[in-house]
């Protein structure tokens, strides 16, 4: 998807989902035309930030917002756990870069199959108890996702010089 197919007089749940969709997009397109170790490659540091730790990072935030929050399923993170918080950024010396992003990809569509189901309305509970909707939940990915294409940004200028969304 790119910016231009966002839609500028549609309703908000089409506006939401049309902008969680191009900032999905946005991620692939940092990632895209990169070999493995450029993936895993920590372009900006002394971050341990990798394009595939981003990956892997979202795929991980996509299970816990859509299947655990809203979807009340107990599921447990692919990449990270209590005792190692950040798994997901730092244990990808050797990551399997397809599966990683054949990962995502499932993740997203599961999310995008909760929310085909629910009214912007509907909540599900946090961890902590506290409820949350479905419009804050994808205001929230939405915010995510841009905040870590930011960070995806730098880290592929820094690899090969390639700039834009």
């Known amino acids: 998807m790119d910016y231009e197919d966002i839609p500028r007089n549609g309703d908000e749940r089409s506006t939401l989902l049309a902008f969680l969709e191009w900032q ?3 991620l692939a397109k940092k990632c895209a035309g990169l070999e493995a170790d450029l993936l ?3 372009s900006a540091e002394p971050s341990t930030l990798s394009l595939i730790g ?3 990072h979202m795929a991980d935030v996509e299970a816990g917002w859509f299947r655990r929050t809203l979807g ?3 599921v447990a993170y692919h990449y990270s756990s ?3 918080i950040d798994g997901e950024f730092d244990n990808v010396d050797t990551a399997d870069v397809d599966e990683a992003f054949a990962t995502w990809r499932d993740e997203c569509a599961r999310a995008d199959e909760i929310v085909s189901r629910r009214a912007l309305d509907a909540t599900g509970y946090r961890r902590t108890g506290q409820e949350v909707s479905m419009r804050w939940i994808l205001i ?3 915010e995510e996702y841009s905040r870590h294409n930011g960070h995806a940004d730098i880290l592929r200028e820094r690899i090969d010089g390639a700039t834009g969304y």
């Open 54 to 56: 981003l990956v892997r």
């Open 40 to 42: 895993r490659l920590r």
């Open 82 to 84: 209590d005792d190692d």
């Open 24 to 26: 999905r997009a946005t």
């Open 72 to 74: 009340g399923e107990d």
């Open 140 to 142: 929230h990915m939405i």
